[in-house]
């Protein structure tokens, strides 16, 4: 995936760098956000179907923190926090909203929420005790009502009654989602074998999954076949290049004729789902990832995955899931030639916890690479002369590449995203942040988790803001 001209200018980029716990029992994540039964009293309707999906997302680790508040506060009393929202629109007409929690406000008295809040236009949640939900609950367009209890959340929205928001996701070492309502219709042959060997339940979250691909080329095009066939509601696919002949012999489903015309990528992925009449919705977002609404629709998505080679591209990726609380998949390839000896083949998969670790701090690009690829970007003249004049070190212009490696890299990453939702791996996810292997040996690694990404982390759910991405080239608006 290349991009144009849209691109920031160095400064830009380079302003912007930054200078939870699961249970470890095997499947004990799987009810953290599970309805408790005594809401079964309260007044709480499910939706049919509408035109508007609603998520709410936090860190494990907050949830963790927000548990120690809510064991200690005053009977009778709520706490008051705020989220960050988040908006879009898929070309379909369904908005998708988005709350994301951020900090705790206070402790109030729940008689006095409706009172405090009646006024306020800012996106918040309540949280309080299931038994407390009916008394504190009013309508307000950007309140969420959060019940808290053992450890189990669920979010509710007001509209006319109480209903549960769509997906409500609790991200950390492993990634919980609890939809309120069923995705993709399950009763057809399709799902069969899926169901063999995950059960009901975790098909059911898989169906109702919002997926974004940043890069549908080499391996982005293998990972959205693989999302695909797994049977996800929605895949949002983002590529603003063409396919050319070079790409024929490593991107799924194109061909000659789209390498004639320069098919966009993204658009030619979802001409050929499409055709095959399943029942996942494909999204084609034919643009550069520093592009707003590219970054908009990436925002509102469940998980993501990067398919980049690039450092601006990753740095782009990192800053929306943690702005916008989005576990984040990311997927490397190396290939090293020499006249046609192969020096390194490797692979790695690095699974982003907002909030944690990111890409930078784990060392999967430099500042110096993000200042060299702004430049061509921006000024490839400029590029060009300090590259012939060794200012520019290690960059090359175009890398090999082979499909068999791509395949590989590909399934380890669609299957870290199962092993998340589904733990089937013997070391616990706790201990596991980067999958790699070497392919000379061959051998497999798996790296613990690294430390925080301080600078990066401060953004933690902090959603829309001005500029967005808190990024002066992305625009003023929100």
Not at 238 to 243: A, G, I, M, N, Y
Request: with cysteine.
């Amino acid at each position: 995936m290349h991009s144009n001209n849209r691109w920031p200018p160095v400064s830009a980029l380079v302003a912007a760098l930054p200078g939870w716990r699961v249970g470890s029992q095997r499947g004990q994540h799987r009810n953290a956000c599970t309805c408790n039964q005594r809401l079964a009293r309260t007044r709480v309707c499910r939706a049919g179907d509408r035109m508007t999906e609603r998520t709410f997302r936090i860190t494990q680790k907050q949830l963790e923190n927000l548990g120690s508040l809510m064991a200690a506060k005053a009977s009778g009393n709520v706490i008051l926090a705020s989220c960050g929202g988040g908006r879009t629109v898929f070309p379909n007409g369904t908005e998708r909203r988005s709350w994301s929690y951020k900090a705790v406000e206070k402790e109030v008295a729940g008689s006095a929420v409706n009172s405090i809040l009646a006024d306020s236009a800012d996106s918040i949640c309540v949280i309080c005790l299931p038994e407390e939900l009916q008394e504190v609950a009013f309508d307000l367009p950007n309140c969420l009502w959060i019940t808290w209890a053992k450890e189990q959340i669920s979010a509710y929205y007001w509209d006319s009654a109480l209903m549960p928001v769509d997906i409500c996701e609790v991200v950390g070492h492993s990634i919980v989602i609890n939809p309120s309502k069923a995705g993709i219709d399950l009763s057809n042959d399709f799902h069969i074998r899926t169901k063999q060997a995950f059960g009901k339940g975790t098909t059911e979250i898989f169906s109702s999954l919002t997926v974004g691909i940043a890069g549908v080329s080499g391996t982005g095009s293998i990972v959205a076949e693989q999302l695909f066939r797994l049977g996800v509601k929605r895949l949002v696919l983002v590529d603003d290049d063409s396919v050319e002949e070079v790409n024929l012999g490593r991107i799924l489903n194109a061909g000659k004729t789209d390498a004639i015309l320069h098919r966009n990528k993204a658009e030619m992925l979802k001409e050929r789902y499409e055709a095959m009449g399943l029942k996942s919705e494909i999204v084609a977002v034919p643009s550069t990832i520093a592009d707003r609404d590219a970054l908009r629709h990436l925002s509102q998505c469940d998980v993501l995955f990067g398919c980049l080679d690039s450092a601006d591209g990753r740095m782009q990726l990192n800053r929306i899931g943690t702005f916008y609380t989005v576990p984040l998949i990311d997927v490397g390839v190396k290939l090293v030639s020499n006249d046609g000896g192969l020096s390194e083949i490797s692979t790695a998969v690095r699974y982003i916890i907002p909030g944690e670790a990111s890409l930078h701090s784990l060392g999967v690009y430099s500042t110096e690479q993000l200042q060299s690829e702004s430049l061509r970007r921006a000024d490839p003249a400029a590029y060009q002369a300090r590259l012939q004049e060794k200012y520019i070190i290690g960059a090359r212009e175009s890398a090999p590449a082979v499909i068999s490696i791509n395949m590989m890299a590909s399934s380890i990453a669609v299957q870290e995203l199962i092993n998340r939702i589904h733990n089937y791996r013997d070391t616990p996810n706790e201990d596991v942040e980067v999958v790699s292997c070497n392919l000379l040996e061959p051998c497999f690694r798996i790296d613990p988790p690294a430390n925080a990404d301080t600078a990066l982390a401060k953004y933690l759910g902090r959603g829309d803001c001005i500029p967005f991405l808190d990024m002066p080239f992305l625009g003023g608006e929100s």
